[in-house]
């Protein structure tokens, strides 16, 4: 009997309580069992349930049923997301959050499937709690630095690092606030930095609002360390919702905003302000009221702005927005119907599609030819309500544009000065010297089609759901004009954009009456990578070399298989191929629109399994499977009968393995995809004897780079205020270690060294794969080591590879950005220590002593 005099008073009671209620310990010890059971019958609805009951009857438990409690959740999670349960999904991970409040596991994997849902500003919440319990939880801080790209976006360093854009606001407003206007309102406050430059020069009220629950908890941060809290009321709120006096007491004389994309309207600006002038604002002021106090009219800063657009051709803009080649991997790409990328901008407006990306001309692989004058395409009044009102029901405008170069019109590029007020501007122009992109409205229609001087280019401008709608419609040349860029039109021999091919066309026809679908009133859309994976013939020529050796090599060590591997025919469809013990199987598992499947499949004899899920997509792989004679059997989409795709693994297991997996080893953003390394150990359990992954090996590259770019778009730089304020610490939290997304070819930087191996992964062979690795890399040149770019080599098998560097690659680079600058001087050795967890990739960096460099 333990003695339980030493025991706090409350705990003697509960026990005592406890004993003495036999009931509650019998359910208590009876749930356990039924818990236990049902988990080891992987009845994990029912083993929730009841270790629910057990924890909250008797906590004591806690500790001991910690491990299990957690995995019955992740199971029973797992299970209600797949059956599209979340509501009640989450209301699991709630109850087990009240439970365990502190447990980081629960909340890194809470985050997880609030991330997959969308969520990422609840996910961006929990991975920070898990991470702030325990920093050394690697999950968690991959998590976060994934999330913290979206929460954050890397433009706001950016700004915060353009000290003229800075300045330039800050004395507009100051000008303002000083002649009078002192109600202010900052729309999209960010970090609170012209909310707080308001009430600096002397406003007596100033609001913000912001609609980013991440960006309205920084920006109270920031207030408060600035010691502003109490003066400058900030909401969480989208400025449209706002109402006087619900949540700001009266209208205001300023509302400031730098709520502006790269294409001017894409962050709402127009109805914002619109909304704005109706509801928050005082009246404008107006030739009757000119006299009158600044204190008691209303007015905007910017004042308005001028849109600037011109004609450019760009092999790099082309090649994502459309197909440019006729052949890919030996398929002829003519049936393949219309291709285009979720980026244009039609007349008639379509949900679905954006009509603008974004570009930094300047960085442009391969740069960009103008082959019109910048031209103003819009100038508009942020001070008038009716202009900005009258915005969507403006006619169309039609321009005629003399084209100044010989040249394909691949997009219209667009930037925009705005106007702060009638002294002061900025620039988003391609020439100036500011971070901003430009927005690219890519021309879909026009292949082949040259332009050259006298022609003239017709644009028609318009706006429509507050958007700038720019479509280069014609060409005239020749006292004629030549429609370019309509939607997807049949494609009539003799027309002067196709490219003539009559066997392609009949083939294409055919494919299209064999498949009961009419191409001309429809067109498949692929995202820009997609595409430019696409127009990457060298990539999908080595695969289809690499597999065609596959096949023979199969064909040797059993040679008495006579239709087998290694028959170099396109006419796959012979009676043969039906005999499904000659079949080989091929399995592609890549993510998005795939065409490997299919050239594995045009060497005959293989039956492969796409994963290509969207019917569209789909439909353009059998027609193109048709028009090369690939049986129909002979290609399948796993996914349309397949949940789970470890299921599908494992799938032909039962009856025969795989001769060939595909994986998709590098994401377009420049990094090695989550969980690779396990999909390989899967894959590999799972080949023929002699059957191969594809790729093989990856090697990774890198090299030593002094950037300052980026550095500016990691972090705030500098130990200087920023106008004064204390920003950077609190912006800062959200730097993350690795950039994604570059072109490393443009990239603003010096070289200060070769580039050299970091690492190499080995698909066929996990136990050859290292997780740390010292490199030794010798500088080149003197300079300030701040980043180490890095990219793969893709081998295909042992001889045949890609670059994710090349010319023509879908993939962009990653980097590294160093913790602290390094200074290097030519010739020392800096020894680079790099980390591999679970797919992603850390890097650190020191000169190296004198004794380390003679290692
Ligand atoms: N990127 C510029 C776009 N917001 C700037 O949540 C600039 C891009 C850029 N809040 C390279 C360089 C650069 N009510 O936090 C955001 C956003 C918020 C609102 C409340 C509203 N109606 C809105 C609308 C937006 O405003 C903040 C700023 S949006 C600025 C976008 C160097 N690439």
């Given at each position: 009997m333990p003695n339980t005099s030493a025991r706090p008073k409350h705990s003697r009671r509960t026990r005592r309580r406890r004993r003495e209620d036999p009931a509650r310990n019998e359910l208590v010890s009876s749930s356990l069992e039924s818990a236990q059971q049902c988990l080891f019958n992987q009845d994990y609805g029912p083993a929730f349930a009841h270790y629910l009951l057990v924890l909250h009857l008797a906590p004591v438990f806690k500790d001991v049923a910690k491990d299990s409690f957690r995995f019955t959740l992740f199971k029973w999670a797992e299970e209600l997301d797949s059956v599209g349960r979340i509501q009640d999904l989450f209301d699991c991970y709630e109850q087990a959050l009240e439970l365990f409040p502190a447990d980081e596991v629960i909340l890194n994997s809470m985050g997880e499937h609030l991330f997959r849902m969308g969520f990422r500003d609840e996910a961006a919440g929990h991975f920070h709690k898990a991470l702030k319990l325990r920093p050394d939880f690697p999950e968690a801080r991959e998590n976060f630095y994934r999330v913290a790209n979206w929460l954050v976006e890397r433009w706001h360093f950016l700004m915060l690092n353009d000290h003229g854009r800075n300045q330039k606001y800050q004395q507009a407003i100051q000008k303002a606030v000083q002649s009078g206007c002192n109600t202010v309102l900052d729309i999209g406050t960010g970090t609170g930095i012209l909310g707080m430059c308001a009430k600096k020069a002397g406003a007596a009220e100033v609001y913000a609002c912001e609609l980013s629950k991440t960006m309205y908890e920084l920006a109270c941060e920031v207030l408060t360390a600035n010691g502003m809290d109490g003066c400058i009321k900030i909401l969480?709120?989208?400025?449209?919702?706002?109402?006087v006096p619900k949540d700001i007491p009266q209208r205001v004389s300023l509302v400031v905003t730098e709520t502006v994309d790269a294409g001017l309207f894409g962050e709402g600006i127009i109805e914002s302000l619109i909304h704005a002038w109706h509801h928050l604002l005082l009246p404008p002021q107006t030739s009757e009221n000119e006299?009158?106090?600044?204190?008691?009219t209303g007015r905007v800063i910017p004042a308005g702005a001028t849109v600037f657009a011109m004609a450019v051709e760009s092999a790099e803009i082309r090649r994502h927005h459309r197909l440019?080649?006729?052949?890919?991997g030996g398929l002829s790409?003519?049936?393949?119907?219309e291709l285009r990328s979720p980026v244009s901008c039609s007349?008639?407006?379509?949900?679905?599609?954006?009509p603008y990306t974004t570009e930094r001309l300047s960085r442009l692989p391969g740069g960009y030819k103008s082959l019109t004058e910048p031209f103003t395409a819009l100038n508009i009044d942020f001070n008038n309500v009716t202009e900005l009102e009258g915005l969507s029901s403006r006619e169309v405008q039609r321009v005629y544009l003399p084209v100044i170069q010989e040249g394909e019109v691949d997009a219209l590029a667009v930037w925009f000065q705005l106007h702060l007020d009638e002294e002061s501007s900025l620039s988003t122009g391609p020439?100036?010297?500011?971070c901003w992109e430009q927005a690219i409205y890519p021309v879909h229609g026009t292949k082949g089609f040259v332009l050259k001087p006298p022609d003239q280019l017709i644009v028609e401008i318009s706006c429509r759901d507050a958007y700038l709608r720019l479509c280069s419609v014609a060409v005239q040349r020749d006292g004629r004009e030549i429609q370019l860029d309509?939607?997807?039109?049949?494609?009539?021999?003799?027309?002067?954009?196709?490219?003539?091919?009559p066997e392609a066309e009949l083939c294409s026809a055919l494919a299209c009456l064999q498949t009961g679908q009419n191409q001309t009133k429809d067109f498949c859309m692929l995202e820009c990578s997609e595409m430019a994976l696409l127009n990457n013939q060298d990539y999908h020529q080595r695969f289809s070399a690499a597999f065609g050796k596959l096949i023979s090599q199969l064909k040797l060590s059993c040679p008495?298989?006579?239709?087998?591997?290694?028959?170099?025919?396109?006419?796959?469809?012979?009676?043969?191929?039906?005999?499904?013990?000659?079949l080989m199987y091929v399995l592609d598992v890549s993510?998005?629109?795939?065409?490997l499947s299919l050239i594995a499949a045009s060497h005959g004899h293989v039956k492969a399994y796409s994963s290509v899920e969207k019917h569209k997509q789909q439909d353009v792989l059998r027609r193109l499977a048709n028009s090369s004679n690939?049986?129909?059997?002979?290609?399948?989409?796993w996914l349309n009968n397949m949940e789970d795709e470890q299921g599908m693994l494992q799938?032909?297991?039962?009856e025969k393995l795989w001769t060939a997996i595909i994986l998709d080893c590098v994401e377009t953003c420049g990094l090695i995809r989550q969980k690779l390394m396990e999909k390989a150990s899967l894959a590999r359990c799972l080949l023929e004897d002699g059957g191969q992954i594809f790729p093989q090996r990856i090697v990774v590259y890198g090299m030593l780079v002094e950037s300052d770019m980026l550095l500016l778009e990691s972090a705030v730089q500098g130990h200087e205020p920023t106008l004064g304020f204390n920003i950077a610490p609190f912006i800062n939290q959200?730097?993350?270690?690795v950039h994604v997304f570059l072109d490393f070819s443009t990239l603003e930087c010096r070289h200060l060294s070769e580039s050299v191996e970091l690492f190499v992964l080995d698909l066929m062979n996990?136990?050859?794969?290292?997780t740390n690795r010292e490199v030794k890399v010798q500088a080149t040149s003197a300079g300030r080591l701040t980043a180490v770019p890095f990219w793969y080599q893709i081998y295909l098998d042992h001889e045949i590879s890609v670059s994710t560097?090349?010319?023509?690659?879908?993939w962009k680079q990653a980097a590294a950005v160093l913790q602290q600058p390094l200074e290097v001087q030519a010739g020392d050795w800096v020894c680079l220590a790099v980390k591999l967890h679970k797919s992603t990739i850390s890097i650190s960096a020191h000169v190296a002593g004198i004794a380390e460099s003679n290692e």
């Open positions: 969480h709120i989208k400025s449209l919702e706002m109402e006299f009158r106090e600044q204190s008691a440019c080649v006729s052949e890919v790409m003519a049936a393949a119907g007349m008639e407006p379509d949900d679905s599609m954006e020439q100036e010297d500011t309509k939607s997807p039109e049949p494609r009539v021999s003799g027309n002067p954009m196709s490219v003539p091919n008495n298989q006579e239709q087998g591997p290694g028959v170099q025919s396109n006419l796959a469809d012979d009676a043969d191929s039906t005999n499904s013990s000659d993510e998005g629109f795939s065409l690939i049986a129909q059997e002979n290609l399948e989409f799938r032909p297991s039962r959200f730097t993350v270690p996990v136990n050859a794969n290292y560097l090349s010319q023509n690659s879908h």
